[in-house]
């Protein structure tokens, strides 16, 4: 059974720093492309950041590219997003997706049949 397991999650003070952990069981992550996403209160659910070790790709949404970074450690099957410079609109819920296909539109949350529980991240002084 595919299950993740969030955590890193916090509150912080803007331009601090958290590491989000997903760690994976069930399935291995070098056959998978793995996204973060995060959902703020009444908005849509938008894609942060993906690793896919099925193409080799890594890529961000333009609001967090040069502040977070997307990484993998294979040997213990969980993927991590560290996250810098964090900002009050970086506050929301954060998810992790899985998906074993190659990514037509990887920021679609269709494109992942698996997801976590989500953690939560609240960036305020």
């Known amino acids: 059974q595919v299950q993740f397991v969030e955590s890193g999650g916090g509150l912080v003070q803007p331009g601090g720093s958290l590491r989000l952990s997903c760690a994976a069981s069930?399935?291995?992550?070098?056959?998978?492309?793995i996204a973060w996403f995060r959902q703020a209160p009444g908005k849509e659910r938008e894609g942060v950041s993906y690793?896919?070790?099925?193409?080799?790709?890594?890529r961000y949404a333009d609001s967090v590219k040069g502040r977070f970074t997307i990484s993998s450690d294979n040997a213990k099957n969980t993927v991590y997003l560290l996250m810098n410079s964090l900002k009050p609109e970086d506050t929301a819920v954060y998810y992790c997706?899985?998906?074993?296909?190659?990514?037509?539109?990887?920021?679609?949350?269709?494109?992942?049949?698996?997801w976590g529980q989500g953690t939560q991240v609240t960036v305020s002084s």
């Open positions: 997706a899985a998906t074993p296909f190659s990514l037509v539109d990887p920021w679609s949350t269709h494109e992942y049949g698996y």
């Open positions: 690793i896919s070790s099925i193409d080799g790709t890594t």
């Open positions: 069930g399935f291995t992550l070098d056959n998978y492309a």
